[in-house]
Protein backbone atom coordinates (compact mmCIF):
# COMPACT_ATOMS: atom_id res chain seq x y z
CA UNK A 1 0.00 0.00 0.00
CA UNK A 2 1.06 3.27 -1.07
CA UNK A 3 0.12 6.35 1.45
CA UNK A 4 0.05 9.58 -0.04
CA UNK A 5 -0.22 12.94 0.92
CA UNK A 6 -2.94 15.33 -0.08
CA UNK A 7 -0.94 17.07 -2.33
CA UNK A 8 0.15 13.83 -4.92
CA UNK A 9 -3.26 12.56 -4.12
CA UNK A 10 -4.97 15.84 -5.79
CA UNK A 11 -2.30 15.10 -8.69
CA UNK A 12 -2.78 11.03 -8.97
CA UNK A 13 -6.21 12.40 -9.71
CA UNK A 14 -5.80 15.10 -11.82
CA UNK A 15 -3.72 12.94 -14.29
CA UNK A 16 -6.12 10.14 -14.87
CA UNK A 17 -5.16 7.66 -11.97
CA UNK A 18 -7.51 5.99 -9.55
CA UNK A 19 -7.41 7.11 -5.99
CA UNK A 20 -8.46 5.62 -2.39
CA UNK A 21 -9.62 7.81 0.17
CA UNK A 22 -11.58 8.31 3.23
CA UNK A 23 -15.78 9.33 3.19
CA UNK A 24 -17.77 9.86 5.95
CA UNK A 25 -19.21 6.15 5.83
CA UNK A 26 -16.28 3.73 4.40
CA UNK A 27 -13.17 4.23 2.30
CA UNK A 28 -13.72 5.14 -1.24
CA UNK A 29 -12.61 4.50 -4.51
CA UNK A 30 -12.87 6.74 -7.23
CA UNK A 31 -11.33 9.11 -9.79
CA UNK A 32 -12.36 12.44 -12.09
CA UNK A 33 -15.86 11.59 -12.80
CA UNK A 34 -14.89 13.85 -16.32
CA UNK A 35 -12.59 11.13 -17.65
CA UNK A 36 -13.82 8.57 -19.31
CA UNK A 37 -10.85 6.24 -19.25
CA UNK A 38 -10.44 6.14 -15.61
CA UNK A 39 -14.05 5.81 -14.65
CA UNK A 40 -14.24 2.44 -16.80
CA UNK A 41 -10.55 1.62 -15.14
CA UNK A 42 -12.73 1.96 -11.42
CA UNK A 43 -15.44 -0.91 -12.86
CA UNK A 44 -12.71 -3.12 -14.43
CA UNK A 45 -10.81 -2.91 -11.39
CA UNK A 46 -13.80 -3.41 -8.89
CA UNK A 47 -15.15 -6.18 -11.13
CA UNK A 48 -18.11 -3.83 -11.14
CA UNK A 49 -20.67 -4.45 -14.54
CA UNK A 50 -20.05 -1.48 -16.83
CA UNK A 51 -23.65 -1.14 -16.79
CA UNK A 52 -23.89 -0.06 -13.26
CA UNK A 53 -23.51 3.42 -12.83
CA UNK A 54 -20.47 4.78 -10.34
CA UNK A 55 -21.71 7.63 -7.93
CA UNK A 56 -20.61 10.75 -7.45
CA UNK A 57 -19.72 13.49 -4.97
CA UNK A 58 -19.44 16.82 -4.52
CA UNK A 59 -17.57 19.14 -1.98
CA UNK A 60 -20.51 21.59 -1.61
CA UNK A 61 -23.94 23.36 -2.41
CA UNK A 62 -21.52 25.54 -5.02
CA UNK A 63 -20.05 22.78 -6.68
CA UNK A 64 -23.12 20.86 -7.34
CA UNK A 65 -23.41 22.37 -10.71
CA UNK A 66 -20.69 20.83 -11.58
CA UNK A 67 -22.40 17.23 -11.34
CA UNK A 68 -26.08 18.36 -12.48
CA UNK A 69 -26.66 22.11 -13.30
CA UNK A 70 -30.22 20.96 -13.21
CA UNK A 71 -30.39 19.99 -9.74
CA UNK A 72 -27.63 23.33 -9.06
CA UNK A 73 -30.86 25.32 -10.58
CA UNK A 74 -33.18 23.83 -8.87
CA UNK A 75 -31.51 25.06 -5.61
CA UNK A 76 -32.49 28.53 -6.75
CA UNK A 77 -36.39 27.93 -5.46
CA UNK A 78 -36.33 27.40 -1.19
CA UNK A 79 -39.60 25.82 -2.02
CA UNK A 80 -38.09 23.21 -4.06
CA UNK A 81 -37.56 19.45 -3.30
CA UNK A 82 -33.87 19.71 -3.72
CA UNK A 83 -33.72 22.64 -1.75
CA UNK A 84 -35.85 20.99 1.40
CA UNK A 85 -32.99 17.64 0.82
CA UNK A 86 -29.69 19.94 0.11
CA UNK A 87 -31.39 22.11 3.71
CA UNK A 88 -31.75 19.04 6.10
CA UNK A 89 -29.18 16.10 4.60
CA UNK A 90 -26.45 17.62 2.82
CA UNK A 91 -23.74 17.58 3.01
CA UNK A 92 -24.47 14.10 4.51
CA UNK A 93 -25.05 10.13 2.90
CA UNK A 94 -27.65 10.77 0.94
CA UNK A 95 -27.52 10.46 -2.83
CA UNK A 96 -30.16 11.85 -5.55
CA UNK A 97 -30.55 10.13 -8.69
CA UNK A 98 -30.03 13.84 -11.01
CA UNK A 99 -29.61 14.72 -14.63
CA UNK A 100 -25.76 14.84 -14.95
CA UNK A 101 -24.00 17.68 -16.81
CA UNK A 102 -22.80 16.95 -20.28
CA UNK A 103 -19.06 16.54 -19.68
CA UNK A 104 -19.18 13.88 -17.31
CA UNK A 105 -18.03 9.97 -18.06
CA UNK A 106 -20.98 7.72 -19.52
CA UNK A 107 -20.28 5.44 -16.63
CA UNK A 108 -21.71 7.95 -14.44
CA UNK A 109 -24.90 7.11 -16.28
CA UNK A 110 -27.46 5.23 -15.76
CA UNK A 111 -29.31 3.64 -18.28
CA UNK A 112 -32.28 6.16 -17.48
CA UNK A 113 -29.54 8.42 -18.42
CA UNK A 114 -29.12 9.98 -14.22
CA UNK A 115 -26.32 9.69 -12.03
CA UNK A 116 -26.70 9.55 -8.54
CA UNK A 117 -24.69 12.62 -6.73
CA UNK A 118 -23.86 13.26 -3.26
CA UNK A 119 -22.60 16.35 -1.15
CA UNK A 120 -19.93 14.95 1.04
CA UNK A 121 -19.61 15.63 4.75
CA UNK A 122 -15.76 14.25 5.26
CA UNK A 123 -13.56 17.21 4.76
CA UNK A 124 -10.58 15.11 2.96
CA UNK A 125 -13.29 14.13 0.67
CA UNK A 126 -14.38 17.31 -0.05
CA UNK A 127 -10.87 19.19 -0.37
CA UNK A 128 -10.06 16.57 -2.91
CA UNK A 129 -13.36 17.60 -4.88
CA UNK A 130 -12.74 21.04 -4.19
CA UNK A 131 -9.16 21.74 -5.52
CA UNK A 132 -9.60 19.20 -7.98
CA UNK A 133 -12.45 21.41 -9.43
CA UNK A 134 -14.65 18.00 -10.45
CA UNK A 135 -17.11 15.29 -8.98
CA UNK A 136 -15.28 12.61 -8.04
CA UNK A 137 -16.56 8.75 -8.74
CA UNK A 138 -17.28 7.18 -5.23
CA UNK A 139 -17.93 3.54 -4.83
CA UNK A 140 -16.50 1.56 -1.61
CA UNK A 141 -13.38 0.45 -1.72
CA UNK A 142 -13.43 -3.21 -2.39
CA UNK A 143 -13.59 -6.02 -4.44
CA UNK A 144 -17.63 -6.54 -5.86
CA UNK A 145 -19.25 -8.71 -3.35
CA UNK A 146 -16.72 -7.82 -0.63
CA UNK A 147 -17.18 -6.28 2.96
CA UNK A 148 -16.29 -2.26 2.15
CA UNK A 149 -13.58 -1.08 5.34
CA UNK A 150 -13.15 1.45 7.63
CA UNK A 151 -9.28 1.14 8.35
CA UNK A 152 -6.81 1.16 5.62
CA UNK A 153 -5.13 -1.47 6.79
CA UNK A 154 -7.90 -3.47 6.11
CA UNK A 155 -8.14 -2.78 2.93
CA UNK A 156 -7.83 -5.91 0.41
CA UNK A 157 -4.26 -6.58 -0.73
CA UNK A 158 -6.00 -7.80 -4.53
CA UNK A 159 -7.71 -4.31 -4.74
CA UNK A 160 -4.76 -2.54 -4.05
CA UNK A 161 -2.41 -4.49 -6.37
CA UNK A 162 -4.82 -4.36 -9.10
CA UNK A 163 -5.33 -0.02 -8.71
CA UNK A 164 -1.59 0.40 -7.28
CA UNK A 165 -2.51 0.77 -4.15
CA UNK A 166 -2.95 4.44 -4.00
CA UNK A 167 -4.17 5.56 -0.87
CA UNK A 168 -4.99 9.01 0.79
CA UNK A 169 -5.14 8.43 4.97
CA UNK A 170 -5.49 11.70 5.66
CA UNK A 171 -8.31 13.14 8.53
CA UNK A 172 -11.13 11.40 10.36
CA UNK A 173 -11.58 7.59 9.73
CA UNK A 174 -14.60 6.55 8.28
CA UNK A 175 -17.14 6.19 10.60
CA UNK A 176 -18.69 2.29 8.92
CA UNK A 177 -22.69 2.02 9.82
CA UNK A 178 -25.00 2.08 7.06
CA UNK A 179 -24.12 3.17 3.25
CA UNK A 180 -25.18 6.26 2.05
CA UNK A 181 -29.04 6.34 1.12
CA UNK A 182 -29.80 6.80 -2.50
CA UNK A 183 -33.39 8.26 -3.67
CA UNK A 184 -34.81 9.18 -6.81
CA UNK A 185 -36.61 12.99 -7.07
CA UNK A 186 -40.43 12.85 -7.34
CA UNK A 187 -41.16 16.40 -7.23
CA UNK A 188 -44.81 15.84 -8.20
CA UNK A 189 -45.27 14.21 -5.35
CA UNK A 190 -43.03 15.97 -3.22
CA UNK A 191 -41.03 13.35 -2.37
CA UNK A 192 -38.65 10.17 -3.35
CA UNK A 193 -38.29 6.81 -4.25
CA UNK A 194 -35.83 5.02 -2.17
CA UNK A 195 -33.41 3.28 -4.23
CA UNK A 196 -30.98 1.77 -1.40
CA UNK A 197 -31.61 2.35 1.85
CA UNK A 198 -29.18 3.58 4.20
CA UNK A 199 -27.63 6.15 6.47
CA UNK A 200 -30.42 8.83 5.89
CA UNK A 201 -33.93 6.67 7.05
CA UNK A 202 -37.17 6.90 5.92
CA UNK A 203 -38.36 8.60 9.17
CA UNK A 204 -35.47 10.94 9.22
CA UNK A 205 -37.14 12.31 5.41
CA UNK A 206 -40.78 12.27 6.49
CA UNK A 207 -39.49 14.34 9.51
CA UNK A 208 -38.81 17.12 7.44
CA UNK A 209 -41.44 17.06 5.33
CA UNK A 210 -40.38 14.61 2.01
CA UNK A 211 -42.36 11.54 1.21
CA UNK A 212 -41.39 8.29 1.05
CA UNK A 213 -42.89 6.73 -1.81
CA UNK A 214 -43.84 2.86 -2.10
CA UNK A 215 -44.76 0.79 -4.72
CA UNK A 216 -48.39 0.36 -3.58
CA UNK A 217 -48.99 3.83 -4.23
CA UNK A 218 -48.02 3.79 -8.22
Known amino acids: MHTLPFS ?81 FWPGPLALLVEPASDLADQARGVDGLAAVRVTSHPVAARLCRELGAPIASTSANLSGKEPVIRPEDLDPELLERMGGAVLAEGDAPLGGEPSTLAALDPRAFGVWLLRHGAVTDEELRAVGVAVLTPDMI
Open 8 to 88: EALAALAQGRLLIYPTETYFGLGCRATDQAAMAEVCRIKDRPLGKPLPLIVGGLDQLGLASPQAAKALEDPNSLVSRIAKH
